[in-house]
Antibody, heavy 127, light 113 residues
Framework: EVQLVESGGDLVQPGRSLRLSCTAS????????LSWVRQAPGKGLEWVGFIRSKTYGGRTDYAASVIGRFTISRDDSESIAYLQMNSLKTEDTAVYYC??????????????????WGKGTTVTVSS | QPVLTQSSSASASLGSSVKLTCTLS???????IAWHQQQPGKAPRYMMKVEGSGSYNKGSGVPDRFSGSSSGADRYLTISNLQSEDEADYYCETWDSNTHRVVFGGGTKLTVL
């Protein structure tokens, strides 16, 4: 069974750091890009960032709201992706999901889409 | 980058059909989008991707009652024979190959009457 399991969510004070993990199983982790998505209480889904597979350079991209504070990395040998969150703010309070990115090629263009989701882990930033 | 526009709410009766719409902003009408369902208190679930041609591919285990289609900049999710478990928030999502960022629509809250 294809599965993603997030962990590491906690209650932290503003300005502190936290690292989330996303552990994958049931598929060849290294072949896929991964995204992190968050959902603040009562709000919609917000994309946080993205890491490509090593085949495509392992490059990362981030939402403007987290650039310079959050970093995504991956350990393909352990099938784990990480979200390192520094300088946390109260507005970072949310459920954080990881998602697998399917990849479509059409001609010379490509397109990513989220095709598997984890169940999420809760981060609360409060003093 | 593209903007995805969804109605904030929709409602339909048990056993009827409903068509949810996700509209791509100007200049992005050819984009592929994905639909995700989020039942109350649960994680999102991938439902299908819909191409500009109208072709769609569903995720594993998605019931036959769910289908996709497309017209111009609009991407649709149609649910037939509505069931109580279809009551959920539905989000559309796309990838922008120019900015390398993901965009979500605001979501449609579907109520089954």
């Amino acid at each position: 069974e294809v599965q993603l399991v997030e962990s590491g969510g906690d209650l932290v004070q503003p300005g502190r750091s936290l690292r989330l993990s996303c552990t994958a199983s049931g598929f060849t982790f290294g072949d896929y890009a991964l995204s992190w998505v968050r959902q603040a209480p009562g709000k919609g889904l917000e994309w946080v960032g993205f890491i490509r597979s090593k085949t495509y350079g392992g490059r990362t991209d981030y939402a403007a709201s987290v650039i310079g504070r959050f970093t995504i990395s991956r350990d393909d040998s352990e099938s784990i992706a990480y979200l390192q969150m520094n300088s946390l703010k109260t507005e970072d309070t949310a459920v954080y999901y990881c998602s697998r990115e399917g990849l479509l090629w059409f001609g010379a263009k490509y397109h990513y889409y989220m095709d598997v989701w984890g169940k999420g882990t809760t981060v609360t930033v409060s003093s | 980058q593209p903007v995805l526009t969804q109605s904030s709410s929709a409602s339909a009766s048990l056993g009827s059909s409903v068509k949810l719409t996700c509209t791509l902003s100007s200049g992005h009408s050819s984009y592929i989008i994905a639909w995700h369902q989020q039942q109350p208190g649960k994680a999102p679930r991938y439902m299908m991707k819909v191409e500009g041609s109208g072709s769609y591919n569903k995720g594993s285990g998605v019931p036959d009652r769910f289908s996709g289609s497309s017209s111009g900049a609009d991407r649709y999710l149609t649910i037939s024979n509505l069931q109580s478990e279809d009551e959920a928030d539905y989000y559309c999502e796309t990838w922008d190959s120019n900015t390398h960022r993901v965009v979500f629509g605001g979501g449609t809250k579907l109520t089954v009457l």
